[in-house]
């Protein structure tokens, strides 16, 4: 049917940022088409209704949405022309990552999109490329921790040129420890959810100890590797390292992109590296975690699975770390 409302999700997320660029006084005409498009159809509106309000095809209405469901609000932009290259170099994602975080704007307090493709060169897709690689949202301000690495700039290139350019014949992995998981038992059965009642459970709880997770993220693919431990010391950070060099293919050289954790620096384990040439370890800057992709990986095991997990046992919390990786790398 031609007015068939079509299954569309848009996240709050994306929502809120398509609004905010409809209230901006120089938004282009084509950006301001394209978000009252996408925010038309996410309030589950036919592609015919979209169309007709908006005074467009149907094909139009069909193709940004396409877009958008590929490549989300970054795909909203335009695109580099043909012929102009879409891998950035190494000095021009520097110059963006210096201007971002160094310099303030003479015509606002903070860095937009096009101001900073106006400055450095490039185009709005590659400006919201480098950012979204390095997790930079100028147009958002709240506290945070300083990072004092005098090597700050250096590494977040090398980690940023991983995610946009990695190597040929080579895997990217984000690489993590998420310590000290508890396995919480409440004092009480939760009441379960019903018409008119939200699920409950009691403020009390039991502990029944802890355990450790090691996780791979593949950039790539979105797959993860991962080992459960009882510890995180760096025995247990050489045996993940044997589970990651048995786990992938032995053709391909591994670069992995890890936090400045003191057991990610032994002896034993630069020795085990030593024998191990295909692994190439890259750092990211001290107090920038949020530069790792595998956190991201975390926060939805933390939402999904142990936020409102129950585990009677540290056997069971290690039994449903086991299923939410299966579960997640099954649908990757």
Do not use: C
Request: glycine letters at 4%.
């Amino acid at each position: 049917m031609a007015g068939k409302t079509m299954p569309f999700n848009v996240p709050a997320a994306d929502r809120a940022e398509l609004s905010r660029w409809l209230r901006r006084q120089n938004l282009t005409q084509k950006l301001g088409f394209r978000a009252r498009l996408i925010l038309l159809l996410a309030q589950r509106q036919s592609v015919s209704s979209v169309a007709a309000q908006l005074q467009t095809t149907r094909k139009t209405v069909h193709d940004w949405r396409a877009r958008y469901l590929a490549e989300g609000v970054v795909g909203l932009d335009d695109k580099p022309r043909p012929g102009r290259p879409t891998v950035l170099s190494k000095k021009v994602v520097e110059r963006i990552l210096r201007k971002t975080v160094k310099e303030i704007p003479h015509q606002s307090t903070h860095w937009s999109v096009r101001l900073m493709a106006e400055s450095a060169g490039v185009t709005t897709w590659q400006v919201r490329q480098v950012w979204a690689a390095a997790d930079l949202r100028p147009h958002r301000l709240k506290t945070f921790k300083i990072s004092r690495d005098p090597r700050f700039a250096e590494k977040v290139v090398d980690v940023v040129g991983l995610y946009i350019n990695p190597p040929a014949n080579a895997l990217v992995l984000s690489v993590d420890e998420k310590t000290q998981i508890q396995a919480l038992d409440r004092t009480q059965p939760q009441l379960q959810l019903g018409p008119g009642q939200i699920e409950r459970r009691t403020h009390d709880y039991k502990r029944h100890g802890t355990a450790d997770l090691y996780a791979a993220f593949n950039i790539a693919t979105g797959k993860v590797i991962t080992k459960v431990t009882d510890r995180h010391r760096a025995q247990e950070f050489l045996q993940f390292l044997r589970t990651i060099d048995q786990q992938t293919p032995k053709d391909l050289d591994l670069h992995l992109i890890l936090d400045n954790s003191s057991t990610h620096k032994t002896k034993e384990v630069a020795a085990w590296l030593s024998k191990h040439s295909r692994f190439q370890l890259h750092f990211t800057p001290t107090s920038a975690s949020w530069l790792n992709a595998v956190e991201s990986w975390f926060s939805q095991l933390e939402r999904r699975a142990l936020e409102r997990g129950v585990f009677t046992s540290v056997k069971a919390l290690k039994a449903e770390l086991v299923r939410f990786t299966a579960a997640h790398n099954k649908h990757s």
